[in-house]
C-alpha cells in the first residue's frame, strides 16, 4: 500500500482554469504538507495542516487553497491557474510538528503543466 | 526568515570516486535532514542530525553535523551510478518562537559517470 499517495499524478490544462490535486496518507499521521517544485528543483513549502488545522501558510497567492476534511487527506484546490503555477506539487506527512519532525513522507508527486 | 545554503549546486564525478555536499545555515539549528530525490522521483528521508558534532554512517554514506549546529555534510565513498540524485538538506531553526517549520536547501545534483 503506499504510504502517501496523490491523485492525479499529470495535470495538463489552460490558463484560467481551476483544478484540484488530492492527497491520502494512510500513515495514522497527524501533519501533512504541501510543497511546489519548481523547474530548478526548489521545493518550497506551501501549507502544513496538523489535525485538520492550518499551521504554516507561507506567501501563496490566495488563488491556493488547501482543505482538510480530515487528519489522513490534504487536498489543494487552484483557482484561475497561470502560467507560473506550472510545476511538481509534492504532499507529504509527518507523525507530529515539533522541533523533532521526524521524516517527511512524500508522495509522487504531481506534475502540472499550464498552457 | 531562515537562510540555507547548499554547495555545490551541480557534481560530476567519475563512478569510484568521492563526492561531497555541505548545508550551510545562518542561524543555530536544531535538527537537520537529509532526503535524496532520483531523477523523476520524489524526495526519500536518509537520515536526521540532531546533537552538536553527530556523526551518523549508512554503508558509503557518511552525515556529520557541525559542533555549532549550523551547518552538515553529507558524504559518499566511491560513487556509484545507483547514487544519481539530487541531495537535499532539511532544516529546523532553533527557536523559542516554536517555530518547527522544515526548510529545504536547493540541493545539490550528482552525476556518475560509469
Known amino acids: 500500500d503506499t504510504a502517501v499517495s496523490q491523485t492525479p499524478k499529470y495535470l495538463v490544462t489552460q490558463m484560467g482554469n481551476d483544478k484540484s490535486i488530492k492527497c491520502e496518507q494512510n500513515l495514522g499521521h497527524d501533519t501533512m504538507y504541501w510543497y511546489k517544485q519548481d523547474s530548478k528543483k526548489f521545493l518550497k513549502i506551501m501549507f502544513s495542516?496538523?489535525?485538520?488545522?492550518?499551521?504554516i501558510n507561507e506567501t501563496v497567492p490566495n488563488r491556493f487553497s488547501p482543505k482538510s476534511p480530515d487528519k489522513a487527506h490534504l487536498n489543494l484546490h487552484i483557482n484561475s491557474l497561470e502560467l507560473g503555477d506550472s510545476a511538481v506539487y509534492f504532499c507529504?506527512?509527518?507523525?507530529?510538528?515539533?522541533?523533532?519532525?521526524?521524516?517527511?513522507?512524500f508522495g509522487e508527486g504531481s506534475r502540472l503543466t499550464v498552457l | 526568515g531562515q537562510q540555507v545554503m547548499q554547495i555545490p549546486q551541480y557534481q560530476h564525478v567519475q563512478e569510484g570516486e568521492d563526492f561531497t555536499t555541505y548545508c550551510n545555515s545562518s542561524t543555530t539549528l536544531s535538527n537537520i535532514q537529509w532526503y535524496k530525490q532520483r531523477p523523476g522521483g520524489h524526495p526519500v528521508f536518509l537520515i536526521q542530525l540532531v546533537k552538536s558534532g553527530e556523526v551518523k554512517k549508512q554503508k558509503r554514506l557518511t552525515f556529520q553535523f557541525g559542533e555549532a549546529k549550523k551547518n552538515s555534510s553529507l558524504h559518499i565513498t566511491a560513487t556509484q551510478t545507483t547514487d544519481v540524485g539530487t541531495y537535499f538538506c532539511a532544516v529546523v531553526p532553533y527557536s523559542g518562537a516554536g517555530s518547527y517549520q522544515l526548510t529545504f536547501g536547493k540541493g545539490t545534483k550528482l552525476s556518475v559517470i560509469p
Open positions: 495542516y496538523n489535525n485538520k488545522e492550518l499551521i
Open positions: 507529504a506527512s509527518s507523525q507530529e510538528f515539533t522541533d523533532l519532525t521526524g521524516e517527511l513522507f
